[in-house]
């Protein structure tokens, strides 16, 4: 017996290191991982989920030391150009807007769509692991009446009544290319959240020529349930290869089986002819003609949503509650329709049904209390007085 005691010590006195007068917490060194594959095991990433393909169109190759030499000549040139510098200081130097978005979609500009779309996680919910750099400038308008437009750029909010009719829009194009249009709702599937609704549909497009291109889904407006937030609605261009015949109905009505899409698939069967080059999105939430569209065009129920919030927590009763009003503290364990029946008893008690009601104190603060009121009452009557907290709710 005193054999295994001492045995016990002796493994206790070797396990636990003491270096400089302080306890080494862990494991011992030559047991535990080093930092290398601790950092490795953190940042680990599956090949199979998150390798990334590029699906559109490789980016026209520049020589980058002629883009420097003309970038350091412009600098050199504005820098010496004093006239500019005087307007600079005078605060009276225009800058040409137009040429400057031009430069901009010419240079960065397609880099800085990709990187929006990333953000609002556009390629990972239409293609998965796919994704494209939208070379080709697309622009969208939603006509307002009264020659007011209403532009679609990258997750900018569109209304669903501003969106009712089909936008107009625009790219660059000569007459010999063919087009495909697709319009989807990402977030608006009212029975799988994989799966989306298809808006529009328009494809062989000639040209820039949407209204001579074969309809497949006719334009269906946007309509956000109520309760989900915001919706996105991704228009992607497609450059066809060739004619193109796709195995899809022709739909005109607003049936939403019918509409159901989902964007990875099509595209997987397609993607030998087809390839997408343009993109436009944005964001549309819940307005009040949602509800007349669900009642007169689909001829269903509108679906509400509402967030179920759990009860507010509330500790424990303590026997000597500091720093806490008495009234405030224990209104909290009380039924609030209770203390809502107190403040309406309160405020009949001095109505009267024959009789005005008596003209509000101009200075509240200014009538005393009386000396043997406790200071949380006096507070309540404070407020009371005030209209402030509690007494606004019945």
């Known amino acids: 017996m005193n054999s295994i005691r001492c045995l016990w010590r002796l493994n206790n006195i070797q396990l636990q290191q003491i270096r400089l007068g302080h306890r080494i917490r862990g494991k011992a060194p030559i047991y535990c991982r080093t930092i290398k594959e601790r950092i490795d095991e953190l940042n680990y990433k599956d090949e199979l989920y998150t390798t990334r393909i590029d699906i559109g169109f490789p980016s026209e190759k520049k020589n980058s030391l002629s883009a420097r030499e003309d970038r350091i000549a412009k600098v050199q040139k504005a820098k010496s150009d004093k006239n500019l510098e005087q307007l600079a200081r005078n605060l009276q130097l225009e800058i040409n807007m137009e040429q400057s978005r031009k430069d901009w979609l010419q240079s960065l500009g397609p880099l ?47 209304k669903p009544a501003e969106a009712s009719q089909s936008p107009i829009v625009s790219y660059e194009s000569d007459g010999n290319s063919l087009w495909t249009l697709v319009l989807t709702n990402l977030d608006g599937h009212l029975k799988d959240n994989e799966k989306e609704y298809v808006h529009w549909m ?54 939403l089986e019918d509409r159901t899409f989902q964007t990875r698939e099509w595209y997987k069967k397609y993607q030998d002819n087809i390839t997408p080059i343009g993109l436009a999105f944005f964001q549309s939430d819940w307005d009040k003609t949602v509800k007349d569209f669900f009642h007169t065009t689909l001829n269903m129920k509108e679906p509400v949503y509402e967030y179920d919030f759990p009860d507010p927590y509330i500790r424990p009763q303590e026997w000597f509650p500091r720093r806490k009003p008495f009234n405030i503290y224990m209104d909290k364990y009380r039924d609030p329709k209770q203390i809502n029946k107190e403040y309406l008893l309160r405020k009949l008690k001095n109505e009267h049904p024959f009789r005005s009601p008596a003209p509000p104190l101009q200075f509240p603060n200014a009538h005393p209390f009386p000396k043997t009121m406790p200071s949380w009452l006096k507070l309540h009557e404070q407020k009371i007085r005030l209209k402030w907290g509690r007494i606004n709710d019945v």
């Open 112 to 158: 800085h769509k990709k990187q929006i779309a990333d953000h609002y996680a556009i390629f990972e919910h239409l293609y998965g692991e796919g994704f494209f750099v939208p070379h080709l400038n697309l622009e969208v308008f939603y006509d307002l009446g009264d020659g007011n437009c209403l532009p679609v750029y990258y997750g900018n909010v569109v």
């Open 202 to 255: 328009v494809s062989n497009i000639p040209g820039n020529c949407i209204e001579k291109g074969d309809v497949i889904f006719d334009y269906l407006r946007p309509f956000p349930v109520k309760g989900t937030g915001y919706h996105r609605y991704v228009f992607v261009l497609y450059k066809q290869d060739v004619q193109m015949k796709y195995d899809l109905p022709k739909v005109s009505s607003a049936s």
